[in-house]
């Protein structure tokens, strides 16, 4: 015998759905990870590394940076790994590009890198020594 579906049969069946697809959710990761390197696999030289995604379709600079990191670099090693978390309107940017800049304690700058944000996939930036 088949019983009629009521109303708290429908609710259970929904906030079931809505608690699985709440923790699917929540089990992906909203950071960005990903390795620096200097370019011709040379030590990345001691520095202050500012790392930050940046959306290209804004015009203003001062709203085009969408979240911000900073490392220090000691000298020593060929590779940096980073984590920058990435907020949750960045989602709805087609195309973010991950930014990487090297500069001196004097704000010099020293090296320049960048990447296009790909979902799910580790970012590998490059850092290219600046020519003055």
């Known amino acids: 015998m088949k019983y009629p579906t009521n109303r708290r049969t429908l609710l259970l069946a929904a906030a079931a759905a809505l608690a699985t697809a709440t923790r699917r959710a929540a089990a992906q990761s909203t950071n ?3 390795a620096l390197r200097f370019a011709g696999g040379a030590v990345i030289p001691a520095g ?3 790392i930050y995604l940046e959306n290209p379709a804004i015009q203003d ?3 085009r940076r969408v979240a911000a990191i900073r490392l220090q670099s000691d000298g020593g090693s060929k590779t940096l790994d980073f ?3 990435q907020p949750a309107n960045a989602t709805a940017a087609p195309l973010l ?3 990487a800049r090297l500069t001196r304690q004097d ?15 580790p970012a590998d930036i490059t850092l290219n ?4």
């Open 48 to 50: 202050q590394i500012e």
């Open 129 to 132: 020594q600046a020519v003055y």
């Open 97 to 99: 590009r991950i930014v």
């Open 83 to 85: 984590s920058l978390p």
């Open 32 to 34: 960005v990870h990903g």
């Open 61 to 63: 600079s001062t709203e």
């Open 107 to 121: 704000g010099w700058l020293l090296a320049r890198g960048s990447a296009v944000l790909k979902a799910g996939a």
